[in-house]
């Protein structure tokens, strides 16, 4: 079973829609988690971050946890197409939380 | 003024031959890291070091090797570069961590 699981996609959501991207993680004693997004042929940027339980909203994102069921979701609305990217899912190694562990990806197209 | 910088961009070379890639950020972190992301996208910790103390060390073959001259500097050795080792590789700093800042990335293939 791998760490991170995201879905590949691609995730194609018209624009002005919401885009609700997921991640589950396998280890219970995860304590941060991450929302990344990664343009084709650029480096990863942080978008969000969530240490507690329910939502966390920063403008159009909001990043939602929960910890029971070990998801966190990413949430942007009035999807533009700007935020065609890849969303990157990372939690913190819950033996080291110098580490992150990173999930593959979901690629977004957002269509105009 | 770029946070995360990384030298060469882009890196053509033969099999067998030894390469470095550099690292500096000027954020003032404690922390920097080297990634390797794939074909498929997939992003593995390679190193970190914490104020020039190594303190990450992945399963990576023992042709890698990082080298940190101070905090602000992270360069990564490798030697005997095979054709596996074809990948784009990430440096990134951090203070806390966990949020972390990445460098535009050196696309490395080798023929």
């Known amino acids: 079973q791998k760490e991170v699981e995201q879905n590949s996609g691609p995730l194609s959501v018209p624009e002005g829609a919401i885009a609700s991207l997921n991640c589950t993680y396998s280890d219970r004693g995860s304590q941060s988690f991450f929302w990344y997004r990664q343009y084709s042929g650029k480096s990863p940027e942080l978008i969000m971050f969530?240490?507690s339980n329910g939502d966390k909203e920063d403008g159009r994102f909001t990043a939602q946890l929960n910890k029971a069921s070990q998801y966190v979701s990413l949430l942007i609305r009035d999807s533009q197409p700007s935020d065609s990217a890849t969303y990157l899912c990372?939690?913190?190694?819950?033996?080291?939380?110098?580490?992150?562990?990173w999930g593959l990806g979901t690629s977004l197209a957002v269509n105009p | 003024d770029t946070a995360v910088s990384q030298t060469p961009k882009y890196l053509v070379t033969q099999m067998g031959n030894d390469k470095s890639i550099k690292c500096e950020q000027n954020l003032g972190h404690d922390t920097m890291y080297w990634y390797k992301q794939d074909s498929k996208k997939f992003l593995k910790i390679m190193f970190s070091?914490?104020?020039?103390?190594?303190?990450i060390n992945e399963t990576v073959p023992n042709r890698f090797s990082p080298k940190s001259p101070d905090k602000a500097h992270l360069n990564l050795h490798i030697n005997s570069l095979e054709l596996g080792d074809s990948a784009v590789y990430f440096c990134a700093s951090s203070q806390d961590f966990q949020t972390q800042y990445f460098g535009p990335g050196t696309r490395l293939l080798v023929l």
């Open positions: 990372a939690v913190t190694h819950a033996g080291n939380n110098r580490k992150l562990i």
């Open positions: 070091y914490n104020n020039k103390e190594l303190i």
């Open positions: 969530i240490y």
